[in-house]
């Protein structure tokens, strides 16, 4: 079945430092979805790409949709002790279910 | 408020007993799903629903039970909860599916002893 790869599963970084996770499926996607959770928290939205090669901007985070419509990744710039969380990317399979990569840990040193 | 509200927060329980989470929406969506949440496995879905009384499987729904009465309310049902079904559970809702931004719950503890 589809199946969505997310690594890594933690990165510790030092604050101003850079960070990323990539996202793989198994199959191509209609769209691909972010979502952070921050500690003790539940998963909430940050965006949605539709289109092959589309890049969207969020002040820090760079979110990108590769061509091929199976892998996309989500950089921070200079990370901030706010952006602490578990970084996830989902996206719908062939019968409407939903498919979550396992997620990315951050850890920010001040 | 558009909210998604599930009931309880926290469930510690016994191997065996039936229990029912709760959850609710109050923004009209067609399209409600429970995860759980597992250490290093991510959000895995257990069920989902395109809308009222159209209930599908996830990726893990042995040992679970749902149904779709009315729009706004999707419960979880374990019949016979075991130690494996520990974990954190959380509904969410969308205007369409996978399409569409989903809007998580709070979450559910439960812990099966």
């Known amino acids: 079945g589809q199946q969505v790869m997310q690594i890594p599963q933690y990165q510790h970084v030092q604050e101003g430092e850079d960070f990323t996770t990539y996202c793989n499926s198994s199959?191509?996607?209609?769209?691909i979805q972010w979502y952070k959770q921050r500690p003790g928290g539940h998963p909430v939205f940050l965006i949605q790409?539709?289109?092959?090669?589309e890049v969207k901007k969020q002040k820090r985070l760079t979110f990108q949709f590769g061509e091929a419509k199976k892998n996309s990744s989500l950089h921070i710039t200079a990370t901030q002790t706010t952006d602490v969380g578990t970084y996830f990317c989902?996206?719908?399979?062939?019968?409407?279910?939903?498919?979550f990569g396992a997620g990315t840990r951050l850890t920010v040193k001040p | 408020e558009a909210q998604v509200t599930q009931n309880p927060r926290y469930l510690i329980t016994v191997t065996g007993k039936k229990l029912t989470v709760t959850c609710s929406q109050n923004?009209?969506?067609?399209?409600m799903s429970w995860y759980r949440q597992d250490p290093g496995l991510g959000l895995r879905q257990i069920y989902y629903?395109?809308?009222?009384?159209?209930?599908d499987k996830g990726d893990v729904p042995e040992g679970y039970k749902v149904s779709r009465k009315e729009k706004r309310n999707f419960p979880l049902i374990l019949e016979s909860p075991s130690p494996n079904q520990t974990s954190l559970y959380f509904c969410?809702?969308?205007?369409?599916?996978?399409?569409?931004?989903?809007?998580f719950g709070p979450g559910t503890r439960l812990t099966v002893t």
């Open positions: 969410a809702s969308s205007s369409r599916g996978g399409y569409y931004e989903q809007y």
């Open positions: 199959t191509t996607l209609s769209n």
């Open positions: 790409l539709v289109k092959s090669g």
């Open positions: 989902a996206g719908p399979g062939n019968n409407n279910d939903m498919r």
């Open positions: 923004m009209n969506h067609e399209y």
């Open positions: 629903s395109m809308n009222v009384e159209v209930t």
